[in-house]
């Protein structure tokens, strides 16, 4: 869906709040209704020939290209995002990966990945990519030298910033202008972030895409993905999402709105608490790392303040033992934390995690034990007593 109505000089704050709300797609209430549909109905032959012939966004034309609901969280995406054109939505946040990589890479081509980049994504490259015969290098962010070396011949780089589960902080805007000069296409996994904290196409990514499933639904019930771009990349990404046959149903779109509404507080909470207490395990004699750039003490902080307006509840922590089974131990013993996969929902989630599987240039975490550490809505003080009992356990 293209477009982003005319609130592009607003704060993100009311953007959110006023995104998608259009009068012809929300009549006289205020979120637009959740419009089940496959069949649209035409009034006469002629009207449904024009209709076919017609390819632009927000068209009623068959169930498979959306309806206003859909359209409508489409279109406050767009807003969110300067210097998007358009937002096509997926059934997930890897159905988004895979389109955004189909809309860019065909035989032959070369891809550029960050190291760091989220684990399904890595499986894409080596395993669906390798298939359709595009070849995969994975490389370090950190290195700006040493990715202006790969770069020559490349198609597209994928970046992720912060990097999944390690949280590796890198330059953004340098690498896609190496990338840009090279004739390369960057692609971003922006979903930490999300456009409230990092403006991916302004800093100059080609496409940006997230996982819906985890801020802007907000609430643990949801899957879904986007991907947001200027003119060219979106009508590419649209064709691909076409031709793939892929749609999101309209109950999971208005959900996917009804969070993004409150996004923007959410993150903020969380975001706060997420400091706090990686702060307060930066001091506890457990920990051994926190891998969190917020953290003033993290290499990635002076380029996180630098580039993001925002961050997340979403960290690391490795833990002071040399015992495998410690993170789980820990996990285990935490009583206000779940465990589970997903993150940014309104409940706090603990994750053992061995980064050190997921890697091919960069040095991970050494095999230590880790924690990743969603913080939800929940009293940072309840959160840190309960870590507190359970790292006593260690
Ligand atoms: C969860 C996640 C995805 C995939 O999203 P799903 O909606 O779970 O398919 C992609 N990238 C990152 C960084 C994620 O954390």
Request: charged share 20%.
């Amino acid at each position: 869906m293209s477009g982003a109505g005319d609130d592009r000089h607003l704060k993100p704050a009311s953007r959110l709040v006023r995104g998608g709300r259009r009068a012809e797609w929300t009549g006289p209430v205020v979120n637009p209704p959740v419009w089940r549909a496959s069949t649209h109905l035409y009034a006469s032959d002629a009207e449904r020939q024009a209709a076919g012939g017609n390819n632009a966004d927000g068209q009623f034309f068959y169930g498979r290209r959306g309806a206003p609901t859909q359209w409508a969280l489409a279109d406050a995406l767009t807003g969110l995002e300067p210097q998007a054109h358009g937002t096509v939505l997926y059934p997930s946040g890897v159905a988004a990966v895979a389109g955004v990589m189909l809309a860019v890479l065909k035989p032959g081509d070369r891809l550029l990945m960050a190291d760091n980049a989220y684990d399904p994504t890595r499986s894409m490259a080596t395993g669906l990519l390798a298939r359709l015969g595009v070849e995969t290098t994975f490389f370090d962010p950190r290195d700006l030298d040493g990715f202006a070396a790969l770069v020559a011949g490349a198609r597209g780089v994928w970046l992720e910033a912060p990097g999944s589960l390690t949280f590796e902080m890198c330059d953004v805007p340098a690498i896609a202008a190496l990338a840009r000069d090279a004739g390369a296409v960057t692609m971003i996994d922006n979903t930490w972030a999300s456009p409230l904290g990092f403006a991916a196409l302004d800093r100059g990514c080609d496409i940006v895409m997230m996982s819906l499933s985890k801020h802007v639904g907000g609430h643990s019930d949801l899957m879904m993905g986007s991907a947001s771009a200027g003119k060219r990349w979106y009508a590419a990404l649209r064709r691909v999402s076409h031709e793939l046959g892929q749609v999101v149903s309209p109950d999971d779109a208005a959900l996917a709105a009804r969070g993004l509404r409150t996004m923007g507080v959410r993150l903020e909470a969380q975001t706060r608490s997420a400091l706090r207490i990686a702060q307060w395990l930066e001091a506890q004699p457990q920990i051994a790392r926190v891998l969190c750039p917020m953290l003033p003490s993290d290499p990635g902080h002076e380029l996180w303040r630098r580039d993001f307006t925002g961050g997340c509840g979403l960290f690391a922590c490795v833990l002071a033992s040399d015992d495998p089974a410690a993170s789980a131990r820990v996990a285990d013993a935490l009583q206000m934390f779940g465990i589970g996969y997903s993150w940014g929902g309104f409940e706090s989630l603990a994750l053992p995690i061995r980064p050190a599987d997921y890697r091919s240039v960069m040095p991970a975490t050494d095999g230590a034990p880790a924690l990743r550490l969603s913080i939800g809505l929940e009293d940072e003080g309840d959160l840190i007593a309960d870590l507190a009992q359970a790292l006593a356990q260690v």
